[in-house]
């Protein structure tokens, strides 16, 4: 087997010898700066190991290929396309989970205890005692989807002695929703739940209440979320745009959340932690052990 990858993916020695094991592997050491360099990248060979950039917009000139991916997100594949061109691909459902459940607890912190205003201030009114800020502690969140990182941020807010509710497919959301401090986006992104968090949602959930997401926001309305915070029907947001490109800082929709006074805003960076990269590297060469035992595994299509 003749295996490429495309991506500068720090992998450890370990994972560079369990590869080796595999085929004749070539290694590249930088990001490809074009999806056209990207594409030469992946010439001849059989089995792909390849990040996003590049990937996305030239999957579709390969053919009888497979592609394994150290990471979850894959909905800008086409698969009546990836089967038409004989492409297999798997990716690495869950190696991101220890990452973005942090950040979403950390936000959860953030929001409620007030941390970002209180933090470096040196003006605060000597005569007049701070606000008073909400802990945690008996606190209900609403972890909307239990997957890997729902289930996760359930087990962590479990530890902080919150009330934790799930809501999954086939319940009443607004039902659900009634009475929660705080309600947790992991839903992933599928016919089903593109646009479900709609202006009803926004519009139905408590004063107090406190809206974070680290899904695609194709999911919920964000007109509806700047309506709901602009009216203060609910508290405040933390959001991790996982529509935009990992790092685009200049991304429209980024720029509008950084303006919002009351929203915490991060550009598409919840999963980036040197867990998630191990764990996803894992994944990635699992798949291809598997693939070349017959018996492929996390295959997407």
């Not at 950040?103 to 201030?121: A, H, S």
């Not at 968090?197 to 959930?205: R, V």
Request: with cysteine; charged share 25%; aromatic share 6%.
């Amino acid at each position: 087997m003749i295996i490429s990858v495309t991506h500068d993916l720090e992998l450890s020695e370990d994972d560079k010898n369990r590869l080796k094991s595999l085929g004749e592997v070539t290694i590249y050491d930088s990001r490809p700066k074009s999806p056209k360099e990207w594409l030469e990248r992946c010439k001849g060979a059989d089995i792909i190991c390849s990040d996003i950039s590049g990937l996305r917009e030239k999957y579709q000139e390969l053919k009888n290929v497979f592609i394994t991916l150290p990471l979850v997100n894959v909905a800008y594949l086409d698969k009546d396309i990836l089967s038409r061109n004989n492409i297999k691909v798997s990716n690495s459902p869950g190696c991101n989970k220890d990452a973005v459940s942090e950040w979403i607890v950390g936000m959860m912190i953030n929001l409620l205890r007030k941390l970002p205003f209180y933090i470096k201030n040196n003006n605060l009114p000597k005569d007049k005692a701070p606000e008073q800020a909400i802990g945690l502690t008996d606190k209900t969140v609403l972890i909307l989807g239990k997957g890997n990182i729902g289930a996760r941020v359930g087990d962590i807010c479990k530890s902080l002695k919150m009330n934790v509710i799930f809501f999954e497919r086939g319940d009443d959301l607004i039902k659900k929703i009634k009475g929660k401090s705080v309600i947790v986006n992991c839903l992933s992104t599928n016919t089903t739940t593109v646009g479900i968090l709609d202006d009803k949602f926004f519009n139905s959930l408590d004063r107090s209440t406190y809206f974070i997401s680290v899904s695609s926001n194709e999911i919920y309305d964000s007109a509806a979320m700047f309506n709901a915070l602009d009216n203060g029907i609910i508290a405040g947001a933390a959001i991790d745009d996982g529509t935009m490109n990992v790092g685009d800082t200049n991304d429209s929709y980024y720029q509008k959340l950084l303006k919002h006074t009351k929203i915490l805003a991060t550009p598409h960076i919840a999963y980036n932690s040197d867990v998630s990269n191990r764990e996803g590297n894992r994944i990635m060469i699992d798949n291809i052990e598997a693939y070349l035992a017959n018996r492929p595994i996390n295959l997407i299509n």
